[in-house]
């Protein structure tokens, strides 16, 4: 097993690499010029904020922290809506025998195809932001969509998803995993789309889509730092659930910097750690979380990794924290009062993780070894994606004015 350091609230695994596997080729940048493409046509697409913390960054010696705002993007407040959305066009393009490099979300909506289209139906179990992306996905092309939650979801992420498309929303009391084979045997018995943002054997191609898709929030976050004047990141953290989107960022970005890689670091909920429980194990193999996954970071509340990109953050990765639900909330605040000049980021629990974890290393004195570790010294550039608003007003409220975490 690997040595974990433990400081305060917040676990730490350093990556023995006694794996070396081949850079992901399904992320590589010729296999995603089909996923950029899509976006782009999709209405009312921006590129969505990359927020420069200058003031912090050099109030605490390092040379920038830059924050990729997905809280903007598609009105959805949250990343999940680039995932979801390639995945059902994908699977249209299969569906129907067309070529996705040739296809518009225009063609698909238009009279030739606008009734075998409709007649699709597509299902996912969620959090919260992964099902809000599939009824949305799913509502522009007037398809039915249903969605299942895990116990424990809240009622007004349940009603953001039914306002985002055409989907029926119901919240199970069975635990996320559990959640997710249910609606797996729903999708077999009915002969639905299933469009689920993890993997396992046999269930491997639509994953595969859905971190394809998160890519152009990558793509479009290393475009707009070469507009500011920074050639790469030195460092990259990134938030975890099953892993798909970390190990999509992760994947991306050991295919386009390859041996110059930047730090990249997973940062996980302590109380439903997947990854970094596979890391300690050090076996190689992915492990189910040991903790008691409660957590108020709902979106990362999966207690099993993605068997697709569990190799990518097992061979590539530098670092794999467990944090406390207070470092999310110190995020949470953090974003919500920044220094002066700096502006200011609405980020849920989820998406505030990373900034809680990096402001404590960069803040605190007892967290100096682990910062001269991982190197955040005046030469580091740090990339942050807030992967989503205040999807759950009432608590995002309650956190950032310092009245409690649930």
């Known amino acids: 097993m690997n040595a974990v350091m433990k400081l305060d609230s917040v676990k730490l695994i350093e990556s023995p690499r006694l794996w070396v596997s081949e850079r992901p080729v399904f992320l590589a940048p010729e296999q995603l010029k089909g996923v950029h493409r899509f976006h782009k046509s999709i209405p009312g697409y921006a590129r969505t ?17 830059l924050v990729k705002d ?31 490099l040739e296809t518009t979300l225009g063609d698909l909506k238009s009279e030739r195809y606008r009734e075998a289209v409709s007649k699709m139906t597509f299902i996912t179990t969620t959090d919260g932001n992964h099902g809000k992306g599939v009824a949305w996905a ?43 084979r249910y609606t797996a045997e729903l999708a077999e018995t009915n002969h639905w789309y299933l469009v689920q943002d993890t993997s396992w054997a046999g269930y491997e191609k639509i994953p595969q889509w859905i971190i394809q898709g998160y890519t152009t929030m990558l793509y479009e976050a290393l475009e707009q730092m070469r507009e500011k004047g920074y050639s790469r990141p030195t460092h990259v953290f990134l938030q975890a659930g099953v892993g798909a989107m970390a190990g999509s960022m992760l994947g991306a970005l050991c295919n386009i910097f390859k041996e110059d890689l930047p730090v ?10 997947c990854i970094f429980e596979s890391a300690r194990q050090g076996d190689g193999r992915e492990h189910k979380a040991t903790g008691s996954e409660i957590t108020i970071m709902a979106g990362l ?17 530098s ?45 605190e004195e007892a967290m100096e070894p682990i910062r001269e570790k991982l190197g955040l010294n005046e030469d580091a550039v740090i990339l942050l994606f807030n992967t989503e608003g205040d999807t759950d007003p009432e608590n995002y409220q309650r956190i950032v004015s310092g009245k409690g975490l649930l």
């Open 49 to 65: 904020p990359l927020c420069e913390w200058g003031s912090y960054a050099e109030k605490h010696g390092v040379r920038s922290i």
């Open 70 to 100: 997905e809280s903007k993007r598609f009105g959805l407040r949250a990343f999940k809506g680039l995932g979801g959305s390639y995945a059902i066009f994908r699977v249209v393009c299969e569906e129907l025998g067309l070529d996705p």
């Open 138 to 180: 799913s509502g522009l092309l007037g398809c039915k969509s249903y969605v299942y939650m895990p116990r424990g979801s809240v009622e007004a992420r349940a009603q953001a998803i039914r306002d985002a498309g055409q989907a029926e929303v119901t919240i199970t009391d069975l635990p996320y995993d559990d959640c997710v």
């Open 264 to 273: 990249v670091s997973i940062v996980e909920p302590e109380e439903v750690a």
């Open 301 to 317: 509340n999966c207690a099993e990794p993605c068997t697709v990109t569990w190799p990518i953050l097992r061979d590539f990765a």
């Open 319 to 363: 670092y794999y924290f467990a944090c406390a639900d207070e470092v999310a909330a110190q995020g949470m605040r953090k974003y919500a009062a920044p220094e002066e000049g700096d502006p200011k980021v609405i980020s849920g629990e989820s998406g505030a993780v990373t900034m809680g974890l990096l402001s404590r290393l960069l803040e």
